[in-house]
């Protein structure tokens, strides 16, 4: 059974940094592909980075030189840290990755900014 759970969303004023974490089971992590994803209220799941097993990443632009995507193998474990967080960044975030061909998603933490 796949399990991916995120953790370290909360509340922070805007300017400020969070990091989130995914933690997984149940695949071989080291030769996914994980990424991140979020969904504003009222709006539709938007994705934001990705980081492939040989460590290459991808952004979206509008958080390209804020969010950075990173993993721990020994830890089975994907990270997003993210800086100079805006009002823009309040979300839901989901932890992502396909598994026999499908998507697996996380529950999603929070991240709200306020101005």
């Known amino acids: 059974q796949v399990q991916l759970v995120e953790s370290g969303g909360g509340s922070v004023q805007a300017g400020e940094s969070l990091r989130l974490a995914c933690r997984t089971s149940g695949i071989n992590f080291k030769i996914h592909r994980m990424g991140w994803y979020r969904q504003a209220p009222g709006k539709q799941r938007d994705f934001v980075a990705a980081?492939?097993?040989?460590?290459?990443?991808n952004y979206t632009d509008t958080v390209k030189a804020r969010f950075t995507i990173s993993r721990n193998n020994a830890w089975n474990t994907v990270y997003l840290q993210m800086i100079s967080l805006s009002v823009e960044d309040t979300a839901v975030y989901y932890c992502?990755?396909?598994?026999?061909?499908?998507?697996?998603w996380g529950r999603g933490p929070h991240v709200t900014v306020s101005s």
């Open positions: 980081i492939s097993s040989d460590g290459s990443t």
């Open positions: 992502q990755t396909s598994y026999t061909s499908r998507n697996c």
